[in-house]
Structure formats: C-alpha cells, structure tokens
C-alpha cells in the first residue's frame, strides 16, 4: 500500500506544478503560480507573480505616477527558457497628499509569457526560480523582496489548466488592457492637454469613469483631474502637461490605458489635429470634475459671452465708465447721425480693445505663461498706470484741463475727427476697467474659449465684446429715446464735474489694489506720482487757458510735460516690492480663513474635512462685493465654525501659476471661483459666480454632511 501512494505522488510530481509556500515579505504575500499543470516542449503558457498585499497597504503600477517604483522580477531560469515582461492589470488612482500614484490594493495577479525550449525534457520538472523587488506603502513606503520558485513538470502533450489558478490567470489577461483599433490623437490648447479618442468600442459606452493613465511618468500632471467631454464617436479628456513639456514642444506620442472604469484600452495619441466625433456633438457632455463649460461647443459658449457681455454693464467695476458713456451721449442727444457715429465708434473701441486683449492672452498661454482674464491687473507698474490715468479723465472733467472742447460746445464739432476719437478710447477704457470683472454666463465661455484654438477663441471674446457694446450702440440709434434726453446747456457743465467723481473713485480704488501687491514703499511711491501727476495737469490747464488769453507761458508747458514724464516714470517703474507674506487670518476676523495651497488642500481633504476655496483678487470688484455681502457675515461665520469648514483663500492679486492652472482645470480663466469639497471626498462643487448668505450656507452644510 505504502509503495502504491508514493509511486502515485510521483506520478502526480509530473503532472502538476509544485508551488513553493508563499513569502511574507513584511507587508504582503508572493509566490509564482500557474495558468497551466504542465508545459509541453516549444509550448507558451502563462505564469503570474501573484501579491496578497495586507490591508491599507500598496504596490505599484509601471508607471507608479507621482511617487514609487514599479514591481519587478529577476529571473534565473534553467537554459533555454524565456519570460515575458508583465502583462499590468488596469490600475487604481492612489491619492496621497498632493500626490496622485498608480498601482494596487488587496490581491492582484502580474501574468508572464513563460516559453519552454523545444528540447524540453517529457517527465523532467523545471525550476523557476526568481527574486520580486516590491516598493510597499501606507504612509511609509518600504522596499521589500522574495525570493520565489516554481517547480514546473515537462509533459509531452499541453496539459490542463491548473483548476485553482488557471481561471484566475485567464481572467487576468482577459480583463488587461489592449489595443483595440481606437483612434486617438492630443494637441496644446493654451495651458492644457486635449486628449481625444474614437473608435467603435466608445460609440455609446459610458465615459463618465473615464481617466488615462500614461505610461510615461513626466508627460501630465498625475494630481489634476481630467474633464471629460463626450463626442458622437468617442470622448476628449483634457489633461495637464508634465514636465516633458516644459522644455519645448513635448513628445510626439502620448502612449497609455484609458479606462473607463469597467474596461480599458491601451492608447497611442500622436500630436496633431483631432479625431472628428471626439467632442462638441451628440449627447450633452458628461460632467467633469469640476470642468465648468467643458462641453459647450462654439455656439454656446458664443451665446454665453454674449449674455455675459450684456450684464458686465451691470458690474460695479464698470460704473465709473458709466458716467462717461452718459456724459457723451447728454451731448449728442439731440444730433442724430452724429450720435450714431459715437456709438459705432464706442463699439468699434470695445470691440478692437477685446480682440487685443485675447489676442495678448492667448499667446501668453501658447508660450507656457499661466494666465487668464484680468492678467493685466496682476501687474503693479500696469495698476499703477491705470490709477494715473483715471486721476487724469477725473481732472480732466473738474475743469483742471481740457482735452478737446468742453461738453458746452461738443456739438459744433459732434462730426469732427476728435470727437470720433473720444468715442473710440472711451470704449477702450471701458473695457480696461471692465477686465477686473466677471460677469454670469462668462466664465464658462471664457474658460471654453482659453481651451480652443485661436480662431474660437477670438470668437468667444468678438461676442463679448459685441454684449458689452450693444446697450449703448443700440441708444446711440434709438432717436425716441434720445429725444427724451434735455439739449446741451449750462446744467452740463455742473454734470461733467458731478461725473468726475465715480472717476476719483476708480483711481482710489486702483491704489487700493495695488497696495495689496506691493509694500509700503512701492504704495508711497504711486500716491508721489499720483501728487506730481496732478500739478503736472494743473499746470497744463493754466498753460491752456494762458493761450486762449494771450498770456500763456512756454514755461508753464514745459514744466507740466517735464513732471508728467517724472511722475508717469514713477508709476511705471519695475522694481514694486511684494507685500510681506500673509499667514493665517487672526481668529478675531468675521471668516478666519487659510492662504491657499494646492499641498494644504489636499491635506486638509486627508484628513476628510470640508473645504470651502475661494479664488478671489484684489482687482476683482465682483469677488470684493461677495467678500463684503456673503463671505464676511456673521451667519457664514457661525456655518463655518458649526460645519467645521476649512476655509482656504486664493489670492491670484499677483501672478501664480498654481492658482492660473487651478482655475484652467476647472475650465474658468479668471475670478471669481468658489469651490466647496465635502467631508466624503469626491470633485468641489462650483457656487455661483454671486453669492448670497444663504447659497454659502447651504453649500457648507452639504458639504459637511458629505455631499
């Protein structure tokens, strides 16, 4: 009987393969099994590293993202015999801080094409033998290896599946991503990364899990989410570039998996135009992770510039050039085609001032520079111009001097050259002063539009521009309403000096900004030049009025240009200091709050807190009122303390790539932004662009409870 069972063990020694116990490395379990009992001569068959990785702990993908290192094997393999590399499963996301790796929870199995040579031996037992290197991490990361082997019978005939392992390899490598005939294809759009894929196994799949995972680790940004915007014939997802594409034109071929959550496909994406049917069309785009505007398409976001141009003449920046555009029209009220031609002409300042400004982002953007609307006002000597240059239309309607005739005599000249001009450049100053300013409906077209090629980018910011002019062309070609208006007289003169005053606001208020980008020094030196700017002008205007007596003075001219050119020096001078960094807010403020990080919010979100991110500046009339109106209110104070909100607040006054690329991904290209991130993880909410108490309260109870 004894004799019977050991011969039997032999027989079953040739017929099976002969796994070693598994290794514990310290944090997971390794060993080398199986597709099949046997191989045969010449035969393939699969062989996978199996891991058994303890609980809360990870390994590593190939492409280990942000941080790690990926599995390996070394094999010492009897003569003759060839393993394949892995065959990587689809990996999962592994937030970790502000990091973002790739790579494996609980068990997972790496398949290998494990090859016999022709000469192999029937009845005879290969030993594999290898030695896996693993980077394992919770918290702490620690390099750990085995030593394995795998005891591999010869048969003369390809053997069965092993019943355990077999089933489990086979499904492996049918689940692992492949290539499946799918079209893809990348291209720059202004800071970002579009990526866009076709092909029949995208025609109605669901894309709203969709996320690539390339195998290079420098060409994206592994932390940054990637909206998805879903096409006819595939999908596009917009992803942020890596470091590959800091330094020139960036790789030619984006090669990776793009998973849709239940399947994935490896991926190769050459640079150029994009596959049609990828976006734009077809069913409404799935909604991003926090990709406002995404999925707009042209007409729709021309529509949305449009509206958003309309109500910018409601903005409070735009109210001192309010007064400007009533001035003028009071004084061609009551000549027609004259006033028709202002209007046009202020359209055509509005619409030339719009185009430029675009025209200057967009290749800002193309040249790599992280900017977005109001970028101008992010620069002290230009802040600093601008508040000169509103002193200068305030003095100028007190009567300090002239430029062109008074508003008594516009009349007589309403045709002349002059005049048309006025219009034009007050339709420029408008918009200079409108820059700060985000209206509704325009940040999901601006953000669309600072994604797109340059032709549909002009677009978007042409019906802006028409939005913004339409109100007052249209009253300039309105005759019953203008009829309305009393005909020029002396009560003119008392409203152009009543209009000065919005004037000396805004220039205020553009020293006020820049005394949040600048130290105290750099503040001292504008409010100089603002004095020396002042008596320049004064003396200008007695120099006019000298002329027009017969007792001008040369004198008097020169030494006004002499200190216009001083003080417009002084203004325009590079070297503004920054203001001392600011820490957190006193806790005897109405909201303390946190300066913004993308390394602070991401731990905050660790540690599962709500958030609550306010992307606001100094220069941003819209984001100061919501500060004034919601943010600062005892009833969001109390929300915050109740909810146990973290608030966090991004200051994009000066330039900062961080907060340009942050807004970029959530498809805005300027401020005001508010984000709110729940207690239970996922993508921020976007609040409306006006707050109210309620929506903030709101918003910060849901978050706390998770949403």
């Given at each position: 009987?004894?004799?019977?069972?050991?011969?039997?063990?032999?027989?079953?020694?040739?017929?099976?393969?002969?796994?070693?116990?598994?290794?514990?490395?310290?944090?997971?379990?390794?060993?080398?099994?199986?597709?099949?009992?046997?191989?045969?001569?010449?035969?393939?068959?699969?062989?996978?590293?199996?891991?058994?990785?303890?609980?809360?702990?990870?390994?590593?993908?190939?492409?280990?993202?942000?941080?790690?290192?990926?599995?390996?094997?070394?094999?010492?393999?009897?003569?003759?015999?060839?393993?394949?590399?892995?065959?990587?499963?689809?990996?999962?996301?592994?937030?970790?801080?502000?990091?973002?790796?790739?790579?494996?929870?609980?068990?997972?199995?790496?398949?290998?094409?494990?090859?016999?040579?022709?000469?192999?031996?029937?009845?005879?037992?290969?030993?594999?033998?290898?030695?896996?290197?693993?980077?394992?991490?919770?918290?702490?990361?620690?390099?750990?290896?085995?030593?394995?082997?795998?005891?591999?019978?010869?048969?003369?005939?390809?053997?069965?599946?092993?019943?355990?392992?077999?089933?489990?390899?086979?499904?492996?490598?049918?689940?692992?991503?492949?290539?499946?005939?799918?079209?893809?294809?990348?291209?720059?759009?202004?800071?970002?990364?579009?990526?866009?894929?076709?092909?029949?196994?995208?025609?109605?799949?669901?894309?709203?899990?969709?996320?690539?995972?390339?195998?290079?680790?420098?060409?994206?940004?592994?932390?940054?989410?990637?909206?998805?915007?879903?096409?006819?014939?595939?999908?596009?997802?917009?992803?942020?570039?890596?470091?590959?594409?800091?330094?020139?034109?960036?790789?030619?071929?984006?090669?990776?998996?793009?998973?849709?959550?239940?399947?994935?496909?490896?991926?190769?994406?050459?640079?150029?135009?994009?596959?049609?049917?990828?976006?734009?069309?077809?069913?409404?785009?799935?909604?991003?992770?926090?990709?406002?505007?995404?999925?707009?398409?042209?007409?729709?976001?021309?529509?949305?510039?449009?509206?958003?141009?309309?109500?910018?003449?409601?903005?409070?920046?735009?109210?001192?050039?309010?007064?400007?555009?009533?001035?003028?029209?009071?004084?061609?009220?009551?000549?027609?085609?004259?006033?028709?031609?202002?209007?046009?002409?202020?359209?055509?300042?509005?619409?030339?001032?719009?185009?430029?400004?675009?025209?200057?982002?967009?290749?800002?953007?193309?040249?790599?520079?992280?900017?977005?609307?109001?970028?101008?006002?992010?620069?002290?000597?230009?802040?600093?111009?601008?508040?000169?240059?509103?002193?200068?239309?305030?003095?100028?309607?007190?009567?300090?001097?002239?430029?062109?005739?008074?508003?008594?005599?516009?009349?007589?000249?309403?045709?002349?050259?002059?005049?048309?001009?006025?219009?034009?450049?007050?339709?420029?100053?408008?918009?200079?002063?409108?820059?700060?300013?985000?209206?509704?409906?325009?940040?999901?077209?601006?953000?669309?539009?600072?994604?797109?090629?340059?032709?549909?980018?002009?677009?978007?910011?042409?019906?802006?521009?028409?939005?913004?002019?339409?109100?007052?062309?249209?009253?300039?070609?309105?005759?019953?309403?203008?009829?309305?208006?009393?005909?020029?007289?002396?009560?003119?003169?008392?409203?152009?000096?009543?209009?000065?005053?919005?004037?000396?606001?805004?220039?205020?208020?553009?020293?006020?900004?820049?005394?949040?980008?600048?130290?105290?020094?750099?503040?001292?030196?504008?409010?100089?030049?603002?004095?020396?700017?002042?008596?320049?002008?004064?003396?200008?205007?007695?120099?006019?009025?000298?002329r027009l007596t017969g007792r001008g003075s040369a004198v008097q001219g020169g030494l006004a240009a002499a200190l216009l050119i001083v003080a417009v020096a002084m203004a325009l001078w590079e070297d503004y200091a920054p203001p001392p960094a600011a820490g957190v807010a006193s806790?005897?403020?109405?909201?303390?709050?946190?300066?913004?990080?993308?390394?602070?919010?991401?731990?905050?979100?660790?540690?599962?807190?709500?958030?609550?991110?306010?992307?606001?500046?100094?220069?941003?009339?819209?984001?100061?009122?919501?500060?004034?109106?919601?943010?600062?209110?005892?009833?969001?104070?109390?929300?915050?303390?109740?909810?146990?909100?973290?608030?966090?607040?991004?200051?994009?006054?000066?330039?900062?790539?961080?907060?340009?690329?942050?807004?970029?991904?959530?498809?805005?290209?300027?401020?005001?932004?508010?984000?709110?991130?729940?207690?239970?993880?996922?993508?921020?909410?976007?609040?409306?662009?006006?707050?109210?108490?309620?929506?903030?309260?709101?918003?910060?109870?849901?978050?706390?409870?998770?949403?």
């Amino acid at each position: 009987m004894m004799r019977f069972l050991a011969g039997l063990l032999m027989a079953l020694a040739f017929v099976a393969p002969a796994a070693a116990q598994p290794v514990d490395t310290g944090h997971l379990e390794a060993e080398l099994v199986a597709q099949a009992k046997g191989v045969a001569p010449g035969q393939t068959i699969h062989v996978a590293l199996r891991q058994k990785i303890d609980d809360g702990w990870h390994t590593y993908w190939r492409n280990a993202g942000d941080s790690g290192e990926a599995t390996r094997i070394e094999w010492a393999l009897p003569p003759g015999w060839t393993a394949g590399e892995f065959v990587w499963p689809t990996p999962h996301r592994l937030p970790v801080g502000p990091l973002v790796n790739y790579g494996y929870e609980g068990e997972v199995l790496l398949p290998m094409a494990l090859t016999a040579p022709a000469n192999a031996q029937p009845g005879s037992t290969a030993t594999l033998k290898g030695k896996a290197y693993f980077l394992v991490c919770e918290e702490i990361c620690i390099p750990e290896e085995a030593e394995l082997q795998l005891a591999l019978p010869v048969v003369a005939a390809p053997a069965a599946a092993d019943p355990k392992w077999g089933p489990a390899i086979g499904q492996a490598l049918a689940a692992a991503p492949k290539p499946a005939g799918l079209t893809a294809a990348f291209e720059k759009r202004g800071p970002l990364l579009a990526l866009a894929v076709t092909g029949a196994p995208l025609k109605g799949a669901d894309v709203a899990q969709a996320y690539f995972f390339p195998f290079a680790s420098t060409v994206i940004d592994h932390a940054k989410p990637q909206p998805i915007e879903r096409g006819p014939e595939g999908l596009t997802l917009t992803v942020t570039p890596g470091y590959d594409f800091q330094s020139g034109a960036g790789p030619q071929t984006l090669a990776g998996v793009l998973s849709l959550g239940d399947r994935a496909y490896e991926v190769s994406a050459a640079a150029g135009p994009l596959p049609a049917g990828a976006a734009g069309l077809g069913p409404p785009p799935v909604k991003a992770s926090g990709g406002a505007g995404g999925g707009l398409g042209l007409p729709m976001a021309a529509l949305f510039a449009l509206l958003g141009g309309l109500v910018l003449n409601l903005m409070p920046c735009v109210f001192p050039i309010l007064a400007m555009k009533a001035a003028s029209l009071a004084g061609h009220a009551h000549e027609q085609a004259a006033a028709r031609r202002q209007g046009l002409a202020f359209g055509a300042g509005v619409l030339v001032t719009f185009l430029a400004l675009a025209s200057v982002l967009i290749g800002l953007q193309a040249a790599g520079s992280a900017v977005g609307w109001g970028f101008q006002l992010q620069s002290p000597p230009v802040v600093a111009g601008l508040a000169l240059l509103m002193l200068a239309v305030a003095l100028n309607l007190s009567g300090v001097f002239e430029v062109g005739g008074s508003l008594q005599g516009a009349g007589a000249g309403l045709a002349s050259r002059r005049g048309l001009t006025g219009a034009f450049f007050t339709g420029v100053l408008a918009v200079v002063v409108a820059a700060p300013c985000t209206a509704p409906f325009m940040a999901p077209a601006l953000g669309w539009g600072l994604t797109q090629p340059p032709a549909a980018a002009l677009t978007v910011f042409l019906a802006l521009g028409i939005g913004f002019a339409l109100p007052f062309v249209a009253v300039s070609f309105a005759p019953a309403l203008l009829a309305r208006l009393p005909k020029p007289g002396p009560w003119m003169d008392v409203f152009k000096k009543a209009l000065a005053f919005p004037m000396y606001g805004a220039a205020a208020w553009l020293v006020w900004v820049l005394a949040q980008q600048v130290d105290a020094a750099g503040l001292a030196r504008i409010l100089a030049a603002a004095v020396v700017f002042a008596a320049a002008l004064w003396l200008a205007g007695r120099a006019q009025r000298g002329r027009l007596t017969g007792r001008g003075s040369a004198v008097q001219g020169g030494l006004a240009a002499a200190l216009l050119i001083v003080a417009v020096a002084m203004a325009l001078w590079e070297d503004y200091a920054p203001p001392p960094a600011a820490g957190v807010a006193s806790a005897s403020a109405a909201v303390p709050y946190e300066a913004y990080s993308p390394e602070r919010l991401a731990a905050l979100r660790a540690e599962g807190r709500p958030v609550f991110v306010n992307f606001t500046a100094a220069w941003c009339v819209s984001c100061q009122v919501n500060e004034r109106v919601a943010l600062s209110s005892p009833k969001v104070a109390k929300a915050m303390a109740d909810t146990g909100v973290a608030y966090l607040k991004a200051d994009w006054t000066r330039k900062d790539a961080a907060i340009a690329a942050e807004l970029a991904r959530h498809g805005r290209a300027g401020v005001p932004l508010y984000l709110v991130y729940g207690a239970g993880g996922g993508e921020g909410v976007i609040l409306p662009n006006i707050l109210t108490e309620g929506v903030v309260v709101r918003a910060l109870e849901a978050a706390a409870r998770g949403r």
